[in-house]
């Protein structure tokens, strides 16, 4: 069983960076796909990135060219770097095992907020 601890959110004014982690406790992290979620008021999660076990990288068109995912699976941390940032990605984001086609299959962590804001 994996859990995640989310952390690295906070307010941002547009344009801004931010460097999200998530961090893995119980097995290892290696053998599954990660993907980072976000979930904005009055609105459904929806899939940001993946990072998977080949170490390829997919992303959500919204946010290609502006945010890249990394996994470090020695340190059993997930990262999700996001530069340019806009109003729009205010949310709660979290990290989760994700199937391969999108969904997740893990527990949810409490997430971390970030507010993209002037």
């Known amino acids: 069983q994996v859990q995640f601890v989310e952390s690295g959110g906070g307010l941002v004014q547009p344009g801004g960076s931010l460097r999200l982690s998530c961090a893995a406790s119980g097995s290892s992290i290696s053998m599954y796909n990660i993907a980072w979620y976000r979930q904005a008021p009055g609105k459904q999660r929806e899939l940001v990135a993946v990072?998977?076990?080949?170490?390829?990288?997919n992303y959500q068109d919204s946010v290609k060219g502006r945010f890249t995912i990394s996994r470090d699976n020695a340190k059993k941390t997930v990262y999700l770097q996001m530069n340019s940032l806009k109003p729009e990605d205010t949310a709660v984001y979290y990290c989760?095992?994700?199937?391969?086609?999108?969904?997740?299959?893990?527990?949810w962590g409490q997430g971390t907020q970030v507010t993209v804001s002037s």
């Open positions: 989760n095992l994700e199937d391969g086609l999108g969904h997740h299959f893990g527990s």
């Open positions: 990072t998977t076990t080949g170490g390829i990288a």
